[in-house]
């Protein structure tokens, strides 16, 4: 790993491999959370809709 220089979030990523990742690792782990949160909110209401309808 000589010669590559560190982030400062200590990643051991280059700049460049971070941006040709799509940003911070923080960014990544947002990203990857959209698809969870909007099936999470999909369940919820579906569940509020079932239960409004069974009154």
């Known amino acids: 790993m000589e010669g590559k ?19 911070s690792a923080a960014a990544r782990r947002k990203r ?3 698809p969870k ?4 909110s999909q369940a919820v ?3 509020y809709l079932i239960c409004s309808s069974l009154n």
């Not at 949160?37 to 999470?40: E, G, S, V, Y």
Request: glycine share 14%; no cysteine.
């Open 45 to 47: 209401q579906l569940m």
């Open 32 to 34: 990857s959370l959209a």
């Open 5 to 23: 220089a560190k982030t400062p979030a200590g990643t051991g990523e280059t700049p460049q491999e971070s941006k040709r990742r799509g940003g």
């Open 37 to 40: 949160l909007t099936a999470m």
